[in-house]
């Protein structure tokens, strides 16, 4: 059989060759080459190819994954955030209404401690005045009775006689008290 | 073209290249007609370029791939998920991966070969290629039914459920011609009869152009146009029956596998 076949195909070109008979040759160097073809494809071709589809599969999943907890976070942190600016927006309020209820208080005190320095300096005055009415009572009193003593005198030092002249006195003595007076204010 | 070396014709008469050209001379030693063949040197120059491209396609293995690097895994994906899992399914498909990878593009070169000037030499145009391909396929199939079912696999194989008894004494002899005898057979010979058949088309035009061309008739040198625009067409599909073929050699084989391997559920 073999040496049939080998005789067919070396007849070739030269006689009528039937096509479906192999040349032996030919068949063991496809085999060979598909073998070693084979091999490297198990060797070396799958496993990189496989090898890259894996770690690009895992990247896109860990990606996805990396995705998903960034996204988790956010949202916590937003959340977090509300939660603060709620807290916030209360502590401001809390703080305004005690602030006003300090500023009402504040104005109250106020109020009354003015009320109270008022009321002080009203008495006072009204002590001072008092008293410097007394003083003015008490000096006008005895500078009277000097007056009236020393106008008496004069009078009863001048003659008497005549009412021209007891006019005249007086007016002196009236004139005399107003230079001393103004002498005294000055 | 090869044709073009073909000895001139008779102006009279003209005869078609047949089978018989269909054998080039050996390159080792130059010109004998047994050796080292250009199908052989053509073969060799397959494994080492295929070889090379993915090798290099693949070595790099970034996440974010070249335009080599995405070629390479285009291509390996194409065998790995739209032959092989969608045929074997998506749980043991993996492990035949290499095997149909090998093959669609070890058949895939060696037939582009035909189309490429100069080469014009598909290598599965003479059948014993095809006889090894389809035979590793074969062992490859009955050893993955046997491993998956033991012995029990030819009568799984051979023995279609559900059939009434009095009809299987004609429908087993059937299934094991079909299955065991004449599909061996058909898959080599689909490859290697499309190959050849496209080859001898090339040989023909190429040397009927040229005879017509050798006339010394005008109207006869003018129809050679005719046949170069025919010649053109039958390229172009010759092209197209390439690529078709290797899918088809490997599509066949992973059906051959999946068959195998669920013997029990069909």
């Known amino acids: ?186 | 073209m090869i044709a073009l070396a073909l000895p001139a014709q008779d102006s009279g008469t003209f005869t078609p290249p047949g089978i018989d050209q269909m054998h080039l001379p050996a390159i080792l030693p130059w010109g004998a007609s047994d050796g080292f063949s250009k199908q052989m040197l053509l073969v060799i120059l397959s494994v080492v370029l295929i070889a090379t491209f993915f090798i290099l396609a693949a070595r790099k293995q970034q996440l974010v791939p070249g335009k080599l690097q995405f070629a390479g895994e285009m291509a390996y994906g194409f065998v790995r998920n739209s032959i092989a899992k969608d045929i074997i399914g998506g749980r043991d498909f993996m492990k035949f991966v290499p095997l149909l990878f090998s093959l669609f593009f070890f058949i895939l070169v060696n037939n582009i070969y035909g189309a490429i000037p100069v080469i014009q030499l598909p290598s599965f145009s003479h059948v014993g290629g095809a006889y090894v391909l389809a035979a590793v396929v074969y062992v490859t199939w009955i050893g993955i039914g046997i491993k998956k079912n033991g012995l029990k696999y030819f009568k799984l194989a051979t023995v279609p459920s559900g059939v009434p008894w009095y009809i299987l004494p004609i429908v087993v002899p059937i299934e094991i011609i079909s299955n065991f005898m004449v599909r061996p057979v058909t898959h080599s010979l689909r490859l290697f009869a499309t190959m050849m058949a496209g080859h001898l088309i090339v040989m023909i035009a190429g040397s009927g152009i040229e005879f017509l061309v050798m006339q010394e008739n005008v109207l006869l040198k003018g129809a050679s146009v005719l046949v170069l625009v025919g010649a053109v067409a039958m390229y172009m599909l010759e092209a197209l029956i390439m690529v078709l073929q290797a899918y088809v050699f490997t599509l066949l084989t992973a059906i051959y596998i999946e068959g195998a391997l669920h013997a029990d559920s069909h």
């Open chain 1, 1 to 186: 059989m073999n040496q049939q076949i080998i005789s067919a195909a070396a007849q070739g070109a030269a006689e009528s060759a039937n096509p479906l008979v192999p040349n032996p040759w030919e068949m063991g160097v496809v085999l060979a080459g598909f073998a070693v073809l084979f091999y490297i494809v198990v060797k070396f071709v799958v496993p990189m190819f496989e090898k890259t589809f894996a770690e690009r599969a895992e990247a896109i999943e860990g990606g996805i994954a990396k995705a998903e907890k960034a996204q988790a976070e956010a949202s916590a942190a937003l959340e977090e955030y509300k939660q603060q600016l709620h807290d916030a927006r209360a502590e401001a309020n809390r703080i305004r209404e005690e602030a006003r209820a300090e500023g009402a208080q504040i104005l109250a005190e106020l109020k009354t401690k003015a009320a109270a320095e008022s009321a002080r300096i009203t008495e006072q005055a009204h002590a001072q005045i008092e008293s410097e009415r007394q003083a003015a009572v008490v000096s006008l009193r005895s500078e009277v009775g000097t007056l009236a003593t020393t106008l008496a005198e004069r009078i009863v030092g001048e003659s008497l006689s005549d009412d021209e002249r007891a006019a005249r006195v007086v007016d002196r003595f009236l004139a005399d008290l107003e230079t001393q007076s103004a002498g005294a204010a000055k």
